[in-house]
């Protein structure tokens, strides 16, 4: 940040000034409405795993930056207690994984604008002869045939992607590369589990 | 001048504002170098390439590391909310950032305040960002793959990881997807779609389509589709329509992908190194 050190930060000043164009820019009335819709809902069986991941999650988020809240059910779900915990939907694979370390496993991860949506289950896979690769979402995976390298990630568009294809791509598919839900923190890394757990079982293995 | 906001794979790499320049493989910015792989190296490495050929003004980037827990996209943000009006850019280019509606808007706003309003270009997380918020008809060109074509034609998506699954991502269907992306208001003034066929359109219909020359390998590539937005850019901040200048970014991306060879184990960097031999063979 050193290098900023020329330019001075007016945050209070900034602030108000953020406050008053939000209000009297017209655009800010209707269509800002979308305020919650990267948001997403972590649904548990019982209140006591409510009360322990809000207490695990908000020591985090403090830390990352991001904000969860505990809030009562949209009625669209329909399973688990009577808290649910709102949640940035993008940081679910990170989260997910936090929560496993304790020993917890939400029911159901939904996002909170329509609590009905259900990740994509469906693949594309494509056969270059020596080389297959195999679509899920919005992230692509490819590994050489015969040796089982990956040899190129692409698509997606959150900041773990070119993170992940740093680390797994010349590696072997299941001897040396991580796993991308164990190094990955988003949606599309959440998308690029899936498309590795379909090319393993697409290769027998 | 053409501004790109991303992030680089990095955590360790702080928020860093600057000109870029391209050396030896690696973007070179305030004395730091980041390695040309995929994503935002890879789009300010072709928008620079493009850049050098057409002539053109010198390029800014803003940059933090981030690895996927939003912190270094949340560094960005607030820069960026507090600082653009100090900034004279003709295109802002927005990649890979993590997706977040209440620090996209207020970048926006900080946009609004700017003494001239740039062209807007949103590619990867920040265009989820920007089709999240309700706003994208504010952004000048998205230029979304078939799957994030599916997901700006899904209303009720907040990601591409949640677009239902009778909204098909296959490539006869763009036309339809692309009308219903605009139906929803949920696509910029012009849209690039970057898939087997690379279409032009905007909310009148398509407006161009570039299929040749075809390498199947390069839909495998990660960063084939960063250099085309980087093209893009580099064309659009030259002073060419944003139309003209996205089904040109389209075919000099398959040339230079031509000329590579390639094959669904070639790394971006191989690409973008065609690429002024691609510019000077199409005619601009």
């Known amino acids: ?205 | 001048m053409l501004a790109i906001v991303g992030t680089v794979p990095d955590q360790n790499f702080p928020l860093t504002a600057g000109k870029i320049t391209l050396k030896n493989n690696k973007i070179l910015i305030q004395g730091k170098q980041i390695p040309v792989n995929r994503g935002t190296p890879a789009l300010m490495a072709a928008a620079i390439q493009a850049g050098e050929t057409l002539g053109t003004t010198e390029l800014y980037g803003f940059l933090a590391g981030d690895i996927g827990l939003g912190n270094g996209s949340r560094k960005l943000y607030e820069y960026l909310t507090n600082h653009l009006i100090e900034f004279d850019f003709c295109v802002i280019t927005f990649h890979y950032l993590q997706p977040d509606v209440d620090w996209h808007n207020r970048v926006l706003f900080a946009i609004h305040e700017m003494k001239n309003r740039p062209l807007l270009i949103a590619d990867a997380g920040f265009m989820y960002a920007a089709k999240m918020s309700g706003q994208a008809p504010e952004y000048d060109l998205f230029t979304p793959d078939m799957g994030e074509l599916a997901f700006l034609a899904d209303e009720t998506a907040p990601h591409p990881f949640y677009t239902r699954g009778f909204i098909l991502q296959e490539e006869n269907k763009a036309p339809d997807l692309i009308a219903r992306a605009y139906k929803h208001d949920n696509a910029a003034r012009y849209l690039l779609v970057k898939g087997k066929q690379d279409y032009v359109a905007n909310r009148q219909g398509i407006l161009g389509k570039v299929d040749s020359p075809v390498n199947a390998a390069m839909e495998a590539i990660g960063g084939t589709g960063d250099t085309l937005t980087g093209l893009a850019a580099a064309l659009i901040s030259s002073k060419i329509k944003i139309d003209k200048a996205a089904i040109l970014a389209a075919r000099i991306n398959r040339l230079a992908g031509d000329y590579a060879k390639p094959t669904p184990a070639t790394q971006v960097m191989e690409i973008i190194r065609h690429i002024p031999e691609a510019l000077d063979n199409i005619p601009h």
């Open chain 1, 1 to 205: 940040m050193s290098i900023f050190g020329f330019l001075k930060l007016k945050k209070g000043k900034k602030s108000q000034k953020y406050n008053q164009i939000k209000s009297n820019n017209p655009k800010s009335k209707g269509k800002f409405k979308a305020k919650f819709k990267d948001r997403g809902i972590l649904v548990f069986e019982h209140t006591s795993e409510v009360i322990r991941a809000e207490n695990v999650l908000k020591k985090i988020s403090e830390i990352n930056g991001w904000a969860i809240r505990v809030m009562g059910p949209p009625p669209e779900i329909r399973t688990g207690c009577d808290l649910v915990i709102e949640f940035s939907l993008i940081e679910k694979l990170n989260i997910l994984r936090t929560l496993q370390k304790i020993g917890i496993k939400p029911l159901q991860t939904v996002p909170v604008t329509n609590p009905l949506l259900t990740p994509v289950d469906l693949f594309q896979t494509k056969d270059f002869g020596q080389y297959l690769m195999v679509r899920a979402a919005n992230m692509k995976l490819t590994v050489e045939k015969e040796t089982l390298k990956i040899v190129n990630i692409s698509g997606g568009g959150c900041p773990d992607v070119p993170y992940l294809a740093q680390e797994m791509v010349g590696k072997h598919l299941t001897n040396d590369a991580p796993l991308p839900c164990d190094i990955g923190h988003t949606l599309c890394g959440y998308a690029l589990q899936l498309a590795y757990e379909e090319i393993k079982h697409q290769c027998s293995l």
